[in-house]
C-alpha cells in the first residue's frame, strides 16, 4: 500500500509538540505507519523534521525513530491527528465480513 499524502496539521497539535519538546518527559506515541498499520514509539522527543513539502513533518525520537506528525494517534496519551482515521478503523463493524460457518 502507498503512503499516503501529508496532511497539513492544527496549529495547537504543533505547540503541544514543542511544549512536549521542552518538557524533555519520555511517553509513547501511538501512530499509522506507512503501510497504515498501526505502530508505537517510546521516548523523549527530540525534534520536528521538515522533509520535502510533499514527504511531511516528523517527530524524531532518542532512539532515531521517526514519526509522520499527521499520522499520530495519541502522543503521550493526548489525541493526534489522526485519532479519527484510528477510531472509525476500530468502530468498523466486525460482523460485516463473511459468515463464520
Known amino acids: 500500500m502507498s503512503q499516503q499524502s ?12 514543542h511544549s512536549t519538546i521542552a518538557s524533555k518527559k519520555s511517553g509513547k506515541v501511538f501512530f ?3 503501510n497504515n498499520a ?9 525534534e520536528l523534521l521538515h522533509k520535502q513539502p510533499k514527504v511531511g513533518v516528523f517527530l ?3 532512539n532515531n525513530k521517526e514519526i509522520r506528525i ?12 489522526a485519532y479519527d ?7 468498523q463493524c466486525m460482523a ?6
Open 32 to 34: 499509522f505507519d506507512p
Open 60 to 62: 524524531k525520537l532518542d
Open 70 to 81: 499527521d499520522r499520530i494517534i495519541t502522543l503521550f496519551g493526548k489525541i493526534g491527528p
Open 6 to 17: 501529508y496532511l497539513a496539521v492544527d496549529h495547537e497539535f504543533i505547540e503541544l509538540i
Open 85 to 91: 482515521e484510528y477510531d472509525n478503523f476500530a468502530n
Open 96 to 101: 460485516c465480513g463473511p459468515d463464520p460457518e
Open 38 to 46: 498501526l505502530d508505537d514509539g517510546e521516548g523523549r522527543i527530540l
